[in-house]
């Protein structure tokens, strides 16, 4: 069992910044990719990055790529999100998830991940 739980969305304007967390507890962690997706209103839950759990490999959806990154630090467990030059379409709730690392790391389907976090809402205004 993993446990998640985000954090640091909230509101900010067009051009912003945010970086969320996510905070993992459970066993066996190291084994696990961990990766963020976002909901807007109406529409499906979508990949946003995945990093696996050494840092080494991170992968991410064309949208957000060259504004947003994604980190984790290994020690407290944490899995970041920094986004830069939020857009009005960023607006969404944000979610952590982890699935079982199978060392493809650009897999981007909700089926595949096992764990989620409750969300985080983040809204950019223009």
């Known amino acids: 069992q993993v446990q998640l739980v985000e954090s640091g969305g909230g509101l900010v304007q067009a051009g912003g910044s945010l970086r969320l967390s996510c905070a993992a507890s459970g066993r066996d962690l190291r084994r696990y990719v961990m990766g963020w997706f976002r909901q807007a209103p109406g529409k499906e839950r979508e990949f946003v990055a995945a990093i696996n759990w050494s840092g080494s490999n991170t992968y991410y959806t064309d949208s957000v790529k060259g504004r947003s990154t994604i980190s984790r630090d290994s020690a407290k467990n944490t899995v970041y999100l920094q986004m830069n030059s939020l857009k009005p379409e960023d607006t969404a709730v944000y979610f952590c998830?982890?699935?079982?690392?199978?060392?493809?790391?650009?897999?981007?389907?909700?089926?595949?991940?096992?764990?989620w976090g409750q969300g985080t809402q983040v809204t950019v205004s223009s």
């Open positions: 998830a982890a699935r079982w690392d199978t060392l493809i790391l650009a897999v981007t389907t909700t089926q595949s991940y096992s764990y």
